[in-house]
């Protein structure tokens, strides 16, 4: 079992009389992921109203801020025990038997053109045997054909953006392999979290965005940019890219600052909790979908 210890600061000026905001910064529960202690310390006087999606399990605040700062402080203990597997004995899932809640992230969405990259994934990963190790494939494939540079893209960068001109930040990595993904039919959803023992050097700790792939019975874990440590990965949340999980989205007039993020890995072998490390297995926080049952028409 893996234990973080996760401490978000998030620092704001709102310039006119008030601003909305959308946040999506606690840690989502999940079958293998258990949150407690949690903190949440806002200095406005504000009444912030917590939603979980029940279709996604995504945990979202809102609240209206006056102007003036505002300092917003998050911190919860996390436990993840990762479902782990043998990636070999992980195949593909005919579209047919897809269970219906994966459905939706098989098709183009906003920053994932997969609709527009059906004859580049074709040429690419179309003659490859099907299951985990071709989903591997795709992963390599962008990690070693983008070059992670920092403030290179923008909001509007889409997955076909990031093919051309072959650099991005790790959202930028996530679009363009979930869009190779469902080109190839299978669902594939843009996942946030932290990015937990990635090299100081590239910066400050950060938020980062991932990729999970349904394959087999459940979503597994990909890490297309490469920078940090999937076993360390806190789910946030999941949706079908980035526009559906921003951290925060704001409504209004409001400087930003960069968030100040923490995430601590204890090690109690006694207690079985150990430090996150790759490791060679497929990785999943996901506690797996029901089978679907097809009926035949009469």
């Known amino acids: 079992m893996i234990r973080i210890e996760l401490n978000i600061e998030l620092n704001y000026t ?21 949150v407690s202690d949690e903190r949440l310390q806002i200095s406005q006087p504000v009444d912030a109203k917590v939603h ?8 979202y605040m809102r609240l209206r801020a006056q102007a003036g700062p505002l ?40 920053y994932c053109e997969s609709d527009r990259l059906l004859r580049m994934a074709a040429n690419h990963f179309g003659h490859m045997p099907q299951g985990h190790a071709r989903v591997q494939a795709i992963r390599d494939w962008v990690y070693q054909h983008v070059t992670y540079t920092a403030n290179s893209t923008n909001g509007n960068t889409s997955a076909l953006d990031t093919l051309i001109e072959e650099v991005g930040v790790c959202r930028d990595f996530a679009h363009l392999m979930i869009a190779i993904c469902r080109a190839c039919n299978m669902p594939a959803r843009f996942t946030t979290g932290t990015d937990y023992g990635a ?4 910066g400050p700790p950060d938020f980062h965005a991932y990729v999970e792939v349904y394959l087999g019975d459940r979503w597994y874990i990909f890490d297309p940019a490469g920078t940090a440590i999937p076993m360390g990965f806190v789910r946030f949340g999941t949706g079908r890219d980035a526009a559906d999980v921003a951290f925060a989205t704001i409504f209004g007039n409001v400087l930003t600052q960069a968030p100040l993020i923490r995430a601590e890995a204890l090690e109690r072998p006694s207690l079985g909790i ?21 009926n035949r028409l009469p």
């Open 14 to 34: 709102i310039d006119a009389d008030n601003a909305d905001f959308v946040f999506n910064i606690h840690a989502a529960h999940t079958s293998h992921q258990t």
């Open 52 to 59: 979980t999606d029940p279709a996604t399990g995504n945990r």
């Open 71 to 110: 300092q917003l402080r998050y911190a919860a203990t996390v436990d993840i025990a990762h479902h782990k597997a043998d990636p070999f004995g992980i195949a593909e899932v005919p579209v047919y038997l897809l269970p219906p809640e994966t459905m939706g992230y098989i098709y183009p969405s906003r």
């Open 199 to 202: 090299d100081p050097l590239r």
């Open 274 to 294: 150990e430090r996150p490390s790759h490791c060679r297995q497929a990785l999943s926080t996901d506690g797996g979908a029901t089978k679907v049952v097809t």
